[in-house]
C-alpha cells in the first residue's frame, strides 16, 4: 500500500564505492524527484524526470546518474562515494502538472553514510 | 529567482501555547504553489497543504491554520493548542512551473520543540 517507497532505507560503504537507491511510485505519478537533504535539514532538489524524461537538473556533480526505466520508477546510481555524499535521499512523485499536480508526495528517506 | 525564508530556526513552547511559523518567498511568476510539510523525528516528510497563487483564502485545518497574504508574500502556520506529538521540523515550500514539471525550493525549516 505504500505510496513512494525506497530502497534500501539505510546504507553504509566506504568513500570510493558504487551504489544505487531505488524509488518506486504507485500513484500513477508521472513526475518523479530525486532529493538530498544534509545534517542540516536543508533539502536540495537533484532530479526531476517526468514520464520517463529528465527535465531538472540541478548542479550535481556527474558521479550521479539518474535511472528511470518507467514512469513508475526511478533510480539514482552513485559512482566513486565520497564523505560528503553522506545526506538522506528523498524521492518523490507528483502528478502532471495541470491536473493538481504540484504536490508531491515523499518517500521514507534513505539513509546514506559514507566511511 | 525562487527564494524561500524561514526566519525562525528554532521554536520552544509549552503544550497548549499556540504557536506561529513564518514563510516569506520569493517569486516572479504570477502561477505559483506554497506548500507546508511536516517532519517527525521519524525522519518522513508529511504533506500538510497546499496553497496556489489565485487563491488568498486561509484555511483551518483542526488545530492547524495558514495564512497567506500576497502583499507580504507571506504563508504563515499556526498551531494552536500545541501537542507534544507536534514536536518536528516545518519547511515551507514553493513551487513554479518548470519544463514538463514544477521546481520546489524549500526553506531552511523550522525546528518546534512542544514541552509537556
Known amino acids: 500500500d505504500t505510496a513512494v517507497s525506497q530502497t534500501p532505507k539505510y546504507l553504509v560503504t566506504q568513500m570510493g564505492n558504487d551504489k544505487s537507491i531505488k524509488c518506486e511510485q504507485n500513484?500513477?505519478?508521472?513526475?518523479m524527484y530525486w532529493y538530498k537533504q544534509d545534517s542540516k535539514k536543508f533539502l536540495k532538489i537533484m532530479f526531476s524526470y517526468n514520464n520517463k524524461e529528465l527535465i531538472i537538473n540541478e548542479t550535481v556533480p556527474n558521479r550521479f546518474s539518474p535511472k528511470s526505466p518507467d514512469k513508475a520508477h526511478l533510480n539514482l546510481h552513485i559512482n566513486s562515494l565520497e564523505l560528503g555524499d553522506s545526506a538522506v535521499y528523498f524521492c518523490?512523485?507528483?502528478?502532471?502538472?495541470?491536473?493538481?499536480?504540484?504536490?508531491?508526495?515523499f518517500g521514507p528517506g534513505t539513509r546514506l553514510l559514507v566511511l | 529567482a525562487q527564494k524561500v525564508t524561514q526566519a525562525q530556526t528554532e521554536i520552544s513552547v509549552v503544550e497548549k501555547e499556540d504557536v506561529t511559523l513564518d514563510c516569506v518567498y520569493e517569486?516572479?511568476?504570477?502561477?505559483?504553489?506554497l506548500f507546508w510539510y511536516k517532519q517527525p523525528p521519524s525522519g518522513e516528510l508529511v504533506f500538510l497543504i497546499r496553497?496556489?497563487?489565485?487563491?488568498?483564502q486561509n484555511e483551518i485545518s483542526g488545530r492547524y491554520s495558514w495564512n497567506f497574504q500576497k502583499s507580504t508574500s507571506s504563508f504563515n502556520f499556526t498551531i494552536t493548542a500545541s501537542q507534544v506529538v507536534d514536536s518536528a521540523v516545518y519547511f515551507c515550500a514553493l513551487s513554479e512551473s518548470n519544463t514538463g514539471g514544477f521546481k520546489t525550493i524549500f526553506g531552511a525549516g523550522t525546528r518546534l520543540f512542544v514541552k509537556a
Open positions: 518523490a512523485s507528483s502528478q502532471k502538472p495541470g491536473v493538481g499536480g504540484e504536490t508531491q508526495y
Open positions: 517569486t516572479r511568476d504570477t502561477t505559483y504553489y
Open positions: 496553497r496556489n497563487s489565485f487563491d488568498e
Open positions: 500513484l500513477g505519478h508521472d513526475t
